[in-house]
């Protein structure tokens, strides 16, 4: 068996060996050292909430006082056995800081920039597990070793342990490394329930996020839901105050004539022919009579009979009646 996977299969003995899970999985913040007790150790710190992780410096400090460094990856083993701690771990979506860094002073123009970066705890290892096209030496100085499980592949496969130079200001997981004669500190791991309970918390929080802004929506419409409320009430009691107007008895309405009253005629001469007409017997007006002659209401002047089509109405004279106008039917002579 080579070295690197005795190391291996030491290193992942000792997870069963000490502190675990209810499950037998690895735990965040729980040290793992060689044979158990044996240098190096490692701490894999993994928060599922994202607002607990820490910027590149913030994590360095966190390895420091805890007595170990960021950890510095020297060899295709020891890349390995990091891989399979996270694997462990059963983390979510999150990368890790490591300890590589560019250096900031001025190097000359000739130096590639993969030879720029250099590891935070003084190691001179050489090795480098970059993913494609990385690093690009723009504004991103820290190293992270990617963890996107649920992310698409991209042209280097699933972002999956490779490294990638980041902005050192956002927020990650770390992995601290304690090499001989550093005292590691005993941390207390994040247990599952202990997650499980900050899951609800942050939960319950984004609900209540939701619920406030779902108010500060609905609070400014309520005037307008009002008003409109109150607009319909209003058309609907207008409505049905014309139906039933509408629905109204005909009977109760006064019948209508074409006739005017006793009362409304009076003695007013204008309606002298309504008196006229209503004289008539119902046999003058239902069948003709043989002995009277249609005449007109005006008659021409001179010889001219009422029979006679031919008179001229510039020569018609005025009928000496104080009305102008003769009854409709006139019995003959």
């Not at 710190?45 to 607002?51: A, L, M, P, R, T």
């Not at 960021?70 to 996270?86: A, G, N, W």
């Not at 690009?136 to 496969?157: K, L, N, W």
Request: aromatic share 8%; glycine share 6%; proline share 7%.
């Amino acid at each position: 068996m080579q070295p690197g996977a005795a190391l291996q299969a030491v290193l992942l003995a000792a997870l069963l060996v000490g502190p675990r899970g209810a499950s037998g999985h690895l735990l965040s913040g729980q040290p793992v050292c060689r044979g158990g007790t044996q240098r190096p150790c490692y701490k894999v710190i993994y928060f599922h909430d994202s607002s607990r992780r820490l910027n590149f410096e913030e994590a360095k400090e966190a390895c420091r006082r805890d007595g170990g460094q960021l950890v510095s990856i020297e060899s295709e083993d020891e890349q390995r056995l990091i891989e399979k701690f996270i694997e462990n771990l059963l983390a979510s979506d999150g990368d890790f800081w490591i300890g590589l860094r560019r250096r900031e002073e001025k190097q000359s123009n000739s130096t590639a920039c993969q030879d720029l970066y250099a590891w935070t705890d003084g190691s001179t290892s050489k090795f480098r597990h970059w993913y494609v096209d990385e690093p690009s030496c723009g504004s991103e100085v820290c190293v992270v070793m990617y963890h996107q499980p649920s992310a698409p592949a991209g042209i280097g496969g699933p972002y999956m342990f490779q490294w990638n130079d980041d902005r050192c200001n956002m927020k990650n997981n770390f992995i601290c490394k304690y090499s001989d004669g550093e005292e590691i500190e005993p941390a207390r791991p994040i247990v599952p329930e202990e997650t499980q309970e900050e899951d609800a918390k942050e939960t319950f929080k984004e609900s209540t996020e939701a619920a406030l802004n779902l108010a500060y929506i609905l609070i400014p419409s309520i005037p307008l839901l009002l008003l409109l409320v109150v607009t319909a009430v209003i058309c609907w009691v207008w409505i049905c105050r014309r139906r039933k107007q509408e629905q109204t008895d005909p009977s109760t309405k006064e019948p209508h004539t074409i006739w005017p009253s006793q009362h409304q005629v009076g003695d007013s001469p204008d309606l002298e022919v309504y008196n006229v007409i209503r004289k008539q017997s119902e046999a003058d007006l239902a069948e003709p009579r043989p002995d009277l002659k249609n005449i007109s209401f005006r008659v021409c002047s001179g010889e001219a009979t009422p029979d006679d089509t031919s008179c001229d109405y510039d020569n018609m004279a005025v009928n000496p009646s104080e009305s102008g106008f003769v009854t409709l039917g006139t019995p003959g002579k």
